[in-house]
Structure formats: structure tokens, C-alpha cells
């Protein structure tokens, strides 16, 4: 069973501030990682992929993956009132004729003006 | 260009009724995917096609769920019988590659909330 973990929320950060998503997963041959974010009562649209440790940079998105602790996080820097939203991290594994992007329940994020 | 749209955007039914939702991808995109999302949870796999081939439907629910792609374009998800828990938003995706690569964005559509009374 794959699972990928993320806390609810809501996690609520003042606007300017950095906003700090987690997400942790089971399978171990995990080959890719994504975060979508998701507006109230729309479809979920790809912010940040990532494929190897380290960390990627994308504007005020930075995602962070560690692959030896199945973590993976993204970093939201100056968040605006804009990105309130619902986050959600997705792992994919195309192992053993398996296709499944897993995606996590989502982290919903409110940032106060 | 267009991107993946979905109908109907909002369907209600009655407990045993069969129901088809149609996904039209963005064209030439090899890779479709169908997705249940249920209030307050993020979507759950259902199944994948590579252009006509249904590759992995490890995701349905139950056999009273049947997706097709019969010319590698349009997919329907049909569900019969549909019983309450089967609400949810059904949400369909599309990727310009092959699914196996692990890399390719996949562009969600709109999705089709189905309500069952």
C-alpha cells in the first residue's frame, strides 16, 4: 500500500511569510514527486516537480526532497493572500506495470493579509 | 490551445442509475488518467490509458466501474449501478507522454461533481 502523508492544516501564515509544506512517503522506489495546488472547487494544477535530492528553485517556490527520508517538502517564500489554497504532494512509482500518481489528502494553506 | 474539459460538469442521480462521464484530452496527449476525488481528500487513481490501451485499472473501485479510450482520444467513464458512495468529483487528466517516463505534467480537467441520491 503506497501512502503519502501530509497534515491537514489549515496552516495559516501572516502575508510575506514562508510557508512550510511537508510530506512524507512509504515507497521506497518512488522515482518522482509533485506539488499540485488546488483552489476551492477547481481541478489541481502542477506548481513543482522534483526528481532528485536536494532542492529545486522555481520563483518563490522552493521544493525540497529527501529521498533517504522519504521526505518531501516545498517552501513558499513573501506568500501572498494568492496562495491560499489547498496543496497537495504526489509521488509517482511506474514499478510492476503500476501508473499511479499517489497523491497525499492536501495541506490547506490560509495566508492573513 | 484548449485544455482537458469534461462533461457533464455536474450530474445527479438516483441510487442504480448507470452514469457516463466523458474526458476529452489535450490533443495529441498519449497518456490519460482517471481520478476520484472525494470531499476534503486529495484524488485516488482509477485507471490509465496509453493512447487506446488501458495499461492499469488497478484503481476501480469495483466492477461496476468500466473506463474506455476506443481511438486513443476521448475516454468515458461509465459507472453502473451507482450507489452513494460513488459521489465524489471525477476528475481527468492527460499527459503528452508516456505514463512510464514519471516526469510529465499531467493538466487536470475541470472534473464532474456526481451526486447520488
Known amino acids: 500500500q503506497k501512502e503519502v502523508e501530509q497534515n491537514s492544516g489549515p496552516l495559516s501564515v501572516p502575508e510575506g511569510a514562508i510557508a512550510s509544506l511537508n510530506c512524507t512517503y512509504s515507497?521506497?522506489?518512488?522515482?518522482?514527486f509533485f506539488w499540485y495546488r488546488q483552489y476551492s472547487g477547481k481541478s489541481p494544477e502542477l506548481i513543482m516537480s522534483?526528481?532528485?535530492?536536494g532542492d529545486k528553485e522555481d520563483g518563490r517556490f522552493t521544493a525540497q526532497l529527501n529521498k533517504a527520508s522519504q521526505y518531501v517538502s516545498l517552501l513558499i517564500r513573501d506568500s501572498q493572500p494568492s496562495d491560499s489554497a489547498t496543496y497537495l504532494c504526489?509521488?509517482?512509482?511506474?514499478?510492476?506495470?503500476?501508473?499511479?500518481?499517489?497523491f497525499g489528502k492536501g495541506t490547506k494553506l490560509s495566508v492573513i493579509p | 490551445g484548449a485544455g482537458v474539459s469534461q462533461s457533464p460538469r455536474y450530474k445527479v442521480a438516483k441510487r442504480g442509475q448507470d452514469v457516463a462521464l466523458r474526458c476529452d484530452p489535450i490533443?495529441?496527449?498519449?497518456?490519460l488518467f482517471w481520478y476520484q476525488q472525494a470531499l476534503g481528500q486529495g484524488p485516488e487513481f482509477l485507471t490509465y490509458?496509453?493512447?487506446?490501451?488501458?495499461?492499469?485499472k488497478s484503481g476501480l473501485p469495483s466492477d461496476r466501474f468500466f473506463a474506455e479510450r476506443p481511438e486513443g482520444s476521448v475516454s468515458t467513464l461509465k459507472i453502473q449501478r451507482t450507489q452513494q458512495e460513488d459521489s465524489a468529483v471525477y476528475l481527468c487528466?492527460?499527459?503528452?507522454?508516456?505514463?512510464?517516463?514519471?516526469?510529465?505534467?499531467?493538466?487536470f480537467g475541470p472534473g464532474t461533481r456526481l451526486t447520488v441520491l
Open positions: 487528466a492527460s499527459s503528452l507522454r508516456l505514463a512510464g517516463l514519471g516526469t510529465d505534467t499531467q493538466y
Open positions: 515507497d521506497r522506489v518512488s522515482q518522482s
Open positions: 522534483i526528481y532528485s535530492n
Open positions: 504526489a509521488v509517482f512509482n511506474s514499478g510492476a506495470g503500476s501508473y499511479q500518481l499517489t
Open positions: 490533443s495529441g496527449h498519449v497518456s
Open positions: 490509458f496509453q493512447n487506446e490501451a488501458q495499461l492499469d
